[in-house]
């Protein structure tokens, strides 16, 4: 099934304690269109890019069949620039630089293609923005969406209005005890839910991810990765995963929302080994469903008699 | 098979934001043995206790099967006591007041009859003592033991020579992070592991816990609990559930290892939905066994074509 995916496509600057680059692709868009690309090829991308914007990476998207004609060029000024480094800790990063360049007027159009989409991805971007999308589109199967703690403190009524036409929003745990005021995570989940998503997702980075979803709840573990690199856009790619995955299989079951978790710890496991989105370029089906059977070893409980 | 429990008994002074005790019942020897009481009917404490311990106390033990040879009774001085307050978000907590008394004194000294004993607990007491426990002990199948950031910190050679004797260690992330020097936490329980415990459990808290045994990693995810109570005595409950169950299978291959940690898991469940060890008095096997399922549930990977 077609899935549109709206948000930031940006170039980012990235320091770790294991290596540095000046200048790679990033932005949410670019994460979750490349992740979802391994499932599905009916990726239609939705944002904006500056003068600077290279031909590779244009290419680096055709490759993946991911449509562009949602891509606005804006030849008034460069493409939205981050620069970041990690701490010795990964679970830490002090932004460095951000340049918000064109992204700063980021309208998102929808061409009449893509209103269809029957599946949507809101990249994190401004709340009013996120909602601009969804009166374009025309009632897809699932509206996901993600946020930050920067709009849930700085325009949290635009985010509530926007959260009411949202089917299954991923945050992570800080953001979720943030947006409900809540420290208990479980409690925290309902509450959000109360606001608008049928289904949420809480990201825990190093230690999994909860999805909540119907009545049931299902604990996603971590993968264990030793060789972590790089932590830039792994939410991302974990949106990306789970939207492919959904797209691919066009079932919304909470046992196929399951396997579709997974799939975006997958996705994110793979993403954390190199810088950017590198690891994204030419992973195989074989790799990605090979790590998918060695979550599901890792997590087996075995029954009792 | 026999178990021998090592470690502290004593009262604590408890406030939560959900309530408040002046004094209950705890210390990490009550947990394991009132933990694993529901497993195994051999369950031998060492441990001491002053002139002010209730008689109502010692029946409790014994109302548990729980032998009480080597719990030494100083009529010296009054019983270990511990007084803290958790603050809004359970996972932290000051401590108000710590009074060693006869604790300060204390010499595990191992009865006779204890010393064949096949499961060995060493709760988190002086790594010191703890050594002096597997001087007197007849070469155990296992020997588990907790520790804490205090004799990390404090006594690091007497802890790392202690652990060369340890089967199993388990220990929180922070702890593991802290003894191996080391962020990231696979790296971590390598190193740790190096250190002597060929298995290795790292509790996560409300995030589950990671199992290191041979070659493979087991993630145990968290029960969801929304009435969290108390979490004190979580810790212990967890090791007691583990040992009670591996004490009782005698079977101490991975498979059953997953099994025992999520036995821990599914006690200290229990526990900390009342003050101190109150929930652990009268649990049925019905309610232990109907949670271990629902951890099953939790935590399920469908497959995929």
Redesign the interface.
């Known amino acids: 099934m077609s899935l549109l995916v709206v948000g930031s496509v940006a170039y980012d600057g990235i320091e770790t304690p294991f290596g540095k680059t000046d200048r790679i692709l990033g932005g949410s868009a670019t994460y979750i269109s490349l992740a979802s690309s391994y499932f599905t090829d009916k990726i239609n991308l939705v944002g904006v890019v500056g003068k600077d914007f290279a031909d590779e990476d244009i290419n680096l998207f055709k490759s993946k069949n991911v449509d562009l004609e949602g891509l606005q060029v804006d030849d008034s000024g460069n493409t939205f620039f981050w620069k970041g480094k990690y701490h010795?800790?990964?679970n830490m990063r002090d932004t460095l630089d951000t340049q918000l360049n064109v992204f700063e007027r980021f309208d998102p159009v929808i061409p009449d293609a893509y209103k269809d989409a029957r599946f949507v991805a809101l990249g994190n971007i401004e709340p009013s923005l996120q909602e601009k999308v969804l009166h374009q589109v025309n009632k897809p199967d699932l509206v996901v969406m993600d946020t930050m703690n920067f709009w849930i403190e700085g325009t949290p009524d635009a985010l509530k209005k926007t959260l009411k036409g949202v089917d299954l929003l991923v945050i992570n745990d800080s953001e979720a005890r943030e947006l409900a005021n809540e420290?208990?995570?479980?409690?925290a989940a309902n509450k959000v839910r109360d606001m608008g998503p049928d289904s949420l997702i809480i990201k825990?980075g190093?230690?999994?991810a909860?999805l909540f979803t119907g009545d049931?709840?299902?604990?996603?573990?971590?993968y264990?990765?030793?060789d972590?690199f790089d932590p830039t856009g792994a939410g991302d790619t974990f949106m990306g995963g789970l939207l492919g995955w959904l797209a691919y299989t066009n079932d919304l079951a909470p046992?196929?929302m399951?396997?579709a978790v997974?799939m975006g710890s997958v996705m994110a496991s793979f993403c954390v080994e190199k810088f950017g989105p590198e690891r994204l370029k030419n992973l195989t089906e074989e790799a990605i469903?090979s790590r998918?059977k060695e979550?599901?070893?890792?997590?087996?409980?075995?029954?009792?008699d």
Do not use: C, Q, T
């Open positions: 010795h800790d990964l420290p208990n995570l479980i409690i825990k190093e230690h999994g909860l049931e709840i299902f604990s996603a573990p971590a264990p990765v030793i972590i046992e196929n399951r396997r997974i469903y998918y979550f599901r070893r890792l997590s087996v409980i075995p029954d009792i």
